[in-house]
């Protein structure tokens, strides 16, 4: 329970948390998913795109100086890039069983380091920080995830936002980064078998 007292056991799914790890597998959805993060909106411009260019700096022959045709060419300061970033898409998906292998292995990986806490329930009357942050130490939890049943807990998430080190998520949100990211998770009672709803299928 909250004041980390044992007041019960269950059986946990091996499907779900004992499953062998492949670090591999962990790794390219983490990299799917950081790279479905970003944004690609640096851009440059090229010597296409540089004001100015029109007329020619100066005269072909006769100066002395090196030939030049254009004000905005790549080699010019303030001139054009010469193949730099432009707005793109860096998303991409790997298949829906390999993603779904690595959310059951990240979990696995917590469970065999002891790093798992099953919650009987998590309720708060109200929202308040201090509270949540006395439970974490209660825990001795200074880094955790929380994995709470969907729509269930909106004083515990508004408690937990504010608190620094801690994440709360619904089942449907759950995934390897942020299970990676944290090196402890809570998960509430009431959100296993949806766990093995979403994972299992």
């Known amino acids: 329970n909250t004041s980390a007292e044992k007041v019960a056991e269950i059986e946990v799914n091996d499907n779900l948390f004992g ?19 970003r944004q690609g909106t640096a851009s440059t411009k090229t010597r296409g795109e540089v004001r100015g260019g029109g007329a020619k700096p100066w005269r072909q022959k006769g100066t002395g100086r090196a030939r030049a045709g254009s004000n905005s060419s ?3 300061r303030g001139g054009g890039t010469t193949f730099g970033p432009k707005p793109r898409d860096y998303s ?6 390999v ?9 696995s990986a917590r469970m065999s380091e002891g790093n798992v806490v099953i919650l009987d329930q998590f309720t708060m009357d109200a929202p308040k920080t201090k509270e949540f942050v006395n439970v974490m130490k209660t825990f001795d939890f200074d880094r955790c995830l929380i994995v709470t049943d969907d729509g269930n807990a ?3 998430q508004l408690s937990v936002r504010n608190a620094v080190g801690f994440k709360m998520l619904p089942v449907a949100g759950l995934n390897v980064y942020d299970i990676l990211k944290y090196p ?5 009672q009431s959100s296993l078998e949806q766990l093995e709803t979403r994972l299992m299928v």
């Open 92 to 97: 991409y998906t790997l298949p829906k069983k």
């Open 184 to 188: 402890k998770l809570m998960v509430i």
């Open 74 to 76: 790549p080699i010019w």
């Open 154 to 156: 909106a004083n515990l």
């Open 19 to 37: 499953v062998e790890v492949d670090t591999g597998i962990l790794h390219e959805v983490v990299c799917m998913q950081r790279a479905n993060r």
């Open 99 to 107: 993603r779904r292998l690595a959310l059951r292995m990240a979990l």
